[in-house]
């Protein structure tokens, strides 16, 4: 389980496909938005102590993760010739 407030902590919960919270304060930032909306996230709990609770389907953040590299691999691919 991971207790973070940083994007790349975020990425690397979902990387190791582990459950995680974050501070309600810091949801509201766009990199936190488009980082949610990209993989589908949905807030699993919230605390009255204001900390977010995630636990995602990993099935489908995998599947996800999978897509975005191959895009990537292809764009390096194509544009490194």
Same mark, same amino acid.
């Given at each position: 389980?991971?207790?973070?407030?940083?994007?790349?902590?975020?990425?690397?919960?979902?990387?190791?496909?582990?459950?995680?919270?974050?501070?309600?304060?810091?949801?509201?930032?766009?990199?936190?938005?488009?980082?949610?909306?990209? #993989?589908?996230?949905?807030?699993?709990?919230?605390?009255?102590?204001?900390?977010?609770?995630?636990?995602?389907? #990993?099935?489908?953040?995998?599947?996800?993760?999978?897509?975005?590299?191959?895009?990537?691999?292809?764009?390096?691919?194509?544009?490194?010739?």
């Amino acid at each position: 389980y991971v207790v973070t407030n940083s994007v790349h902590g975020i990425l690397f919960s979902l990387i190791f496909n582990k459950n995680f919270t974050v501070p309600k304060n810091v949801v509201g930032g766009t990199r936190f938005k488009d980082l949610f909306n990209t #993989y589908g996230l949905n807030v699993y709990s919230e605390t009255e102590e204001n900390l977010i609770h995630f636990s995602p389907d #990993y099935f489908v953040i995998n599947k996800k993760i999978k897509e975005l590299r191959d895009s990537s691999l292809s764009f390096l691919k194509e544009n490194v010739k």
